[in-house]
């Protein structure tokens, strides 16, 4: 079982930045692969990026891709997520995500555990 929580959402002005962070029980946290989604009002959940267990490999949905930077601390059992260059339909709950598995993937439902969200408002 493992429990994730979300920290560092907030309220931004459009071209700021944000660290979300997401920090995870258990102890083979380095086994998971993690993921962020993020769901928008009146939207579905849709993939943000993905990290491998080692950290090594990582991904990212092509409206973020370059803006946007996942990485893990699995000393610390966290996940990170530096967003960058703001806009307003960045506005979403953003989620982190963990998969007991090795391999990668973009789908919602493939992963296994979920935190609770974190809130991120850019006003233009």
């Known amino acids: 079982q493992v429990q994730l929580v979300e920290s560092g959402g907030g309220l931004v002005q459009a071209g700021g930045s944000l660290r979300l962070s997401c920090a995870a029980s258990g102890r083979t946290f380095s086994s998971y692969v993690m993921g962020w989604f993020r769901q928008a009002p009146g939207k579905e959940r849709e993939f943000v990026a993905y990290i491998s267990g080692s950290g090594g490999n990582t991904y990212y949905a092509g409206s973020v891709k370059g803006r946007f930077t996942i990485s893990r601390d699995n000393a610390k059992n966290t996940i990170y997520l530096q967003i960058n260059s703001l806009t307003p339909p960045d506005t979403a709950v953003y989620y982190c995500?963990?998969?007991?598995?090795?391999?990668?993937?973009?789908?919602?439902?493939?992963?296994?555990?979920w935190g609770q969200g974190t809130q991120v408002t850019v006003s233009s």
């Open positions: 995500a963990a998969r007991s598995s090795v391999v990668l993937t973009t789908r919602s439902s493939d992963y296994n555990y």
